[in-house]
């Protein structure tokens, strides 16, 4: 067995860097041709400094099947802790995140699903009633709005237009954050300048709003009525187990922002990419369409998995070593950093034959193994929104695919990928023009 890092990119740190940063699927790609399954990428902090990548599907089983002791996912993805905040879901370890996952899931439970269903068809019908036939849309920009009001009116609470449209612009800012303000974080001095002292003044105009709602609700006298998460959190602590101890405003916060991000911006992107290989396949298209008539969710949740397995939103779940610990064979050292690679696992053809097919009948026909594809990451990380997201992206490709059909603008194609923050997003917004169904069947040609 190896005892040193498996081999990698030779170039140098900061070129790794800047490639891992601005064209993440191209290196990771290239990287996988050249060195296989398993190779190491030497990057600058904030990222990992020697980060190991793997994409075997055993090798994924054996990541998310270890100990969360062992394996520290919330200090794996420390570049997110001065956005989300120290205590957020996605960020702590072992007892504190067990309790943050017992916190939150009972708000994304089957029966709460149900209960949301309802609120998210109809913010979905007042989005797509905007929209105009024989007009060109972007469709990212689209799906950020009402996947984020969504998050507002239903998870958040808030129902309020006045405080929705104050938070929306500066959450879109935190969204579209410029790669670069991550390392305004390794060297705080940088807060004092251009993007960074804008990010700053723009993380602190987001708490002061949350800290003001936080409080307004506390005050409220009917918290045991609501059924949004802020209610279902600020409860916490009420009943009659002694053990539970009430959220602070602190953990109240962290934990807010964790779902106002990350719960709507992954759905847009993902909805955008679809709708983007749905202009690109008018066949599959039009079956769509016909499962959006016959309220057949399964096939709309194949198309939407189908396009989050060809145009993956999150490149990869990363884990820190707190032992040195011997995975695939490799040993290596604690505190190495290893992530299960989603880009390269999604496009194995030994996992899905035809892969750059677009083909949403391999997620009904049993074909897609365990560990080949997760979106969602995977073991105790697993995503607590995930089946809130999937079922919020089949209401709105129901209610888009019953009125329009999607096409590429004249001279329009499929547009590739761009990272904005963390997520991987169509590069120019994916631009569809949408034409209204002359009959309740028919494609407009």
Same mark, same amino acid.
């Given at each position: 067995?190896?005892?040193?890092?498996? &081999?990698? &990119?030779?170039?140098?740190?900061? /070129?790794?860097?800047?490639?891992?940063?601005?064209?993440?699927?191209?290196?990771?790609?290239?990287?996988?041709?050249?060195?296989?399954?398993?190779?190491?990428?030497?990057?600058?902090?904030?990222?990992?400094?020697?980060?190991?990548?793997?994409?075997?599907?055993?090798?994924?089983?054996?990541?998310?099947?270890?100990?969360?002791?062992?394996?520290?996912?919330?200090?794996?993805?420390?570049?997110? #802790?001065?956005?989300?905040?120290? *205590? @957020?879901?996605?960020?702590?370890?072992?007892?504190?995140?067990?309790?943050?996952?017992?916190?939150?899931?009972?708000?994304?439970?089957?029966?709460?699903?149900?209960?949301?269903?309802?609120? #998210?068809? %109809? +913010?979905?019908?007042?989005?797509?009633? !905007?929209?105009?036939?024989?007009?060109?849309?972007?469709?990212?920009?689209?799906?950020?709005?009402?996947?984020?009001?969504?998050?507002? !009116? #239903?998870?958040?609470?808030?129902?309020?237009?006045?405080?929705?449209?104050?938070?929306?612009?500066?959450?879109?800012?935190?969204?579209? /954050?410029?790669?670069? /303000?991550?390392?305004?974080?390794?060297?705080?001095?940088?807060?004092?300048?251009?993007?960074?002292?804008?990010?700053?003044?723009? !993380?602190?105009?987001?708490?002061?709003?949350?800290?003001?709602?936080?409080?307004?609700?506390?005050?409220?006298?009917?918290? $045991?009525?609501?059924? $949004? /998460?802020?209610? *279902?959190?600020?409860?916490?602590? %009420?009943?009659?187990?002694? %053990?539970?101890? &009430?959220? @602070?405003?602190?953990?109240?916060?962290?934990?807010?922002?964790?779902?106002?991000?990350?719960?709507?911006?992954?759905?847009?992107?993902?909805?955008?990419?679809?709708? !983007?290989?749905?202009?690109?396949?008018?066949?599959?298209?039009? =079956?769509?369409?016909?499962?959006?008539?016959?309220?057949?969710?399964?096939?709309?949740?194949?198309?939407?998995?189908?396009?989050? *397995?060809?145009?993956?939103?999150?490149?990869?779940?990363?884990?820190?070593?707190?032992?040195?610990?011997?995975?695939?064979?490799?040993?290596?050292?604690?505190?190495? #950093?290893?992530?299960?690679?989603?880009?390269?696992?999604?496009?194995?053809? $030994?996992?899905?034959?035809? =892969?750059?097919?677009?083909?949403?009948?391999?997620?009904? $026909?049993?074909?897609?193994?365990?560990?080949?594809?997760?979106?969602?990451?995977?073991?105790?990380?697993?995503?607590?929104?995930?089946?809130?997201?999937?079922?919020?992206?089949?209401?709105?490709?129901?209610?888009?695919?019953?009125?329009?059909?999607?096409?590429?603008?004249?001279?329009? @194609?499929?547009?590739?990928?761009? +990272?904005?923050?963390?997520?991987?997003?169509? =590069?120019?917004?994916?631009?569809?023009?949408?034409?209204?169904?002359?009959?309740?069947?028919?494609?407009?040609?």
């Amino acid at each position: 067995m190896s005892t040193a890092f498996p &081999p990698g &990119p030779r170039v140098p740190r900061a /070129v790794q860097t800047l490639l891992y940063a601005k064209w993440r699927g191209l290196l990771l790609n290239t990287a996988a041709r050249r060195y296989g399954d398993v190779f190491t990428l030497r990057l600058v902090p904030p990222y990992a400094e020697n980060l190991v990548v793997f994409s075997r599907p055993e090798h994924i089983r054996e990541i998310f099947a270890a100990d969360p002791a062992d394996l520290h996912a919330g200090e794996g993805n420390r570049l997110l #802790v001065h956005i989300m905040g120290s *205590r @957020s879901v996605l960020l702590t370890d072992e007892q504190e995140h067990a309790r943050a996952r017992r916190l939150l899931m009972p708000a994304f439970t089957g029966s709460a699903l149900h209960g949301y269903r309802s609120f #998210v068809e %109809a +913010i979905a019908k007042a989005h797509i009633d !905007q929209w105009v036939s024989g007009s060109t849309v972007t469709a990212l920009d689209r799906m950020n709005e009402l996947t984020l009001d969504v998050i507002m !009116q #239903v998870v958040f609470g808030m129902t309020d237009e006045q405080r929705r449209s104050e938070l929306a612009p500066l959450l879109r800012r935190i969204v579209n /954050v410029n790669p670069l /303000v991550f390392f305004g974080w390794k060297w705080p001095r940088l807060e004092r300048y251009g993007v960074w002292k804008r990010m700053r003044a723009t !993380q602190t105009a987001i708490d002061t709003l949350l800290l003001a709602e936080i409080a307004r609700r506390r005050a409220h006298p009917d918290l $045991d009525q609501r059924a $949004d /998460v802020l209610s *279902r959190l600020l409860a916490f602590g %009420a009943g009659d187990n002694p %053990a539970d101890q &009430p959220l @602070s405003d602190a953990e109240l916060r962290d934990q807010l922002i964790t779902l106002l991000l990350a719960g709507h911006e992954t759905t847009a992107s993902a909805l955008s990419w679809t709708f !983007q290989e749905l202009a690109a396949n008018p066949d599959i298209q039009d =079956a769509a369409r016909r499962a959006a008539h016959d309220g057949d969710d399964k096939y709309l949740e194949a198309v939407l998995k189908e396009a989050m *397995r060809r145009r993956t939103v999150i490149a990869g779940t990363g884990r820190k070593l707190t032992r040195d610990m011997t995975i695939g064979g490799v040993t290596l050292p604690r505190e190495t #950093v290893v992530t299960t690679s989603i880009i390269l696992a999604h496009q194995r053809p $030994d996992s899905y034959p035809d =892969a750059a097919r677009f083909r949403p009948e391999r997620f009904l $026909d049993g074909s897609v193994a365990a560990n080949t594809w997760f979106p969602f990451g995977g073991g105790v990380r697993r995503c607590i929104g995930a089946g809130f997201s999937l079922m919020e992206g089949a209401v709105v490709l129901r209610e888009v695919l019953t009125r329009f059909t999607l096409t590429f603008p004249h001279g329009g @194609s499929a547009e590739g990928a761009r +990272i904005r923050n963390i997520t991987h997003v169509p =590069a120019h917004g994916a631009r569809i023009t949408v034409t209204a169904n002359t009959s309740p069947m028919s494609r407009t040609v």
